[in-house]
């Protein structure tokens, strides 16, 4: 069993900043991306950002300059440092990552149950 537990979401002010992290859990052979994706009220869940094993990353361009994503392999734990937050930014973050589990030969997508960000103007 797997499991993914965000944390650190919450109310902030418009310029503002916040630190979402997720711990993966459970029988894990490999991790290979992990993701944060975002979805608002009445809108598409989007990708925000990714992370691969070797550290390259990937953001999605309405957060470029302004959130870092980072990883700590030994902790199993993805992070997402958000700077600058803007209303638009509210959303429920979730995180994602592509896990091989023991006794298995191939990656599957797992899913956090994600947690709220909202900015105030």
């Known amino acids: 069993q797997v499991q993914l537990v965000e944390s650190g979401g919450g109310l902030v002010q418009a310029g503002g900043s916040l630190r979402l992290s997720c711990a993966v859990s459970g029988s894990i052979f490999s991790i290979n991306n992990m993701d944060w994706y975002r979805q608002a009220p009445g809108k598409q869940r989007e990708l925000v950002a990714g992370?691969?094993?070797?550290?390259?990353?990937a953001y999605a361009d309405s957060v470029k300059g302004r959130f870092t994503i980072s990883r700590d392999n030994a902790k199993n734990t993805v992070y997402l440092q958000m700077n600058s937050l803007k209303p638009e930014d509210t959303a429920v973050y979730y995180c994602?990552?592509?896990?091989?589990?023991?006794?298995?030969?191939?990656?599957?997508?797992?899913w956090g149950q994600g947690t709220q960000v909202t900015v105030s103007s």
């Open positions: 992370i691969f094993g070797e550290g390259r990353t």
């Open positions: 994602a990552a592509g896990i091989r589990r023991y006794g298995t030969s191939g990656y599957s997508d797992y």
